[in-house]
Nanobody, 125 residues
Framework: QVQLVESGGGLVQTGGSLRLSCAASGRTFSSYAMGWFRQAPGKEREFVAA????????GYADSVKGRFTISRAIAKNTVYLQMNSLKPEDTAVYYC??????????????????WGQGTQVTVSS
């Protein structure tokens, strides 16, 4: 079992930066692949970034590639999403997700069994 708590959301101007954190509880955190998803009002939840359990593999949505960076600190049971050059279209509730992994990461909502409660990110123009 893994419980996830996101933090770090807020209001930022276009071009600004935020760092989201996802704190995980559970002794087997190191064996879980982790992902970040987002959901804007009236839209489906979409993939943002993911990282394998070892941190050796990462993946990004085309819309955030080059601007966002996912990382994990296994000793702290925490996954981060560094978001730079933010745009108004990045406005959404951001969710952290976890799934037992085998060295790979996952990019689809249905592939994750554990979710956090979400944190709001608002980018003003």
């Amino acid at each position: 079992q893994v419980q996830l708590v996101e933090s770090g959301g807020g209001l930022v101007q276009t071009g600004g930066s935020l760092r989201l954190s996802c704190a995980a509880s559970g002794r087997t955190f190191s064996s879980y692949a982790m992902g970040w998803f987002r959901q804007a009002p009236g839209k489906e939840r979409e993939f943002v970034a993911a990282i394998s359990w070892s941190g050796g593999s990462t993946g990004y949505a085309d819309s955030v590639k080059g601007r966002f960076t996912i990382s994990r600190a296994i000793a702290k049971n925490t996954v981060y999403l560094q978001m730079n050059s933010l745009k108004p279209e990045d406005t959404a509730v951001y969710y952290c997700a976890a799934q037992p992994g085998s060295g790979r990461y996952y990019t689809r909502v249905i592939e994750y069994g554990y979710w956090g409660q979400g944190t709001q990110v608002t980018v003003s123009s």
